[in-house]
Nanobody
């Protein structure tokens, strides 16, 4: 599975960006997709996740109400719509895929980076104050 994330950029606080993650290869074996982010000097943290089947979504508390994750099964693409961006949202955003089994897409596992099998290259999001 290959994942390509794009859509990052520079935006002012309060603005919006939409990230996309296009999956190719053995996409039929993916159970869920997640977005993580990593700011300089900080650990990678969970942002949001979505299951391919059913479209159930999960969010980190700090993005609830501001970010929306969605998927388009027809084109194997997951999106992260980010609204009301804050300077603290500045980070490299990564998309990732869970392929090892449906049990790894259980709610308690989705926020954990070690549940994911494939990662995209990351896209930089910078929010200026």
């Amino acid at each position: 599975v290959q994942l390509q994330a794009f859509g990052g950029g520079l935006v002012q606080a309060g603005g919006s960006l939409r990230l996309s993650c296009a999956a190719s290869g053995r996409t039929f074996s993916s159970y869920a997709m997640g977005w993580f982010r990593q700011a300089p000097g900080k650990e990678r943290e969970f942002v949001a996740a979505i299951r391919w089947s059913g479209g159930t979504t999960y969010y980190a508390d700090f993005v609830k109400g501001r970010f929306t994750i969605s998927r388009d099964n027809a084109v194997n693409t997951v999106y992260l719509q980010m609204n009301s961006l804050k300077p603290e949202d500045t980070a490299v955003y990564y998309c990732a895929s869970i392929n090892r089994g449906s049990s790894w897409s259980a709610p308690l596992r989705l926020p954990k980076a070690n549940a994911y099998d494939y990662w995209g290259q990351g896209t930089q999001v910078t929010v200026s104050s």
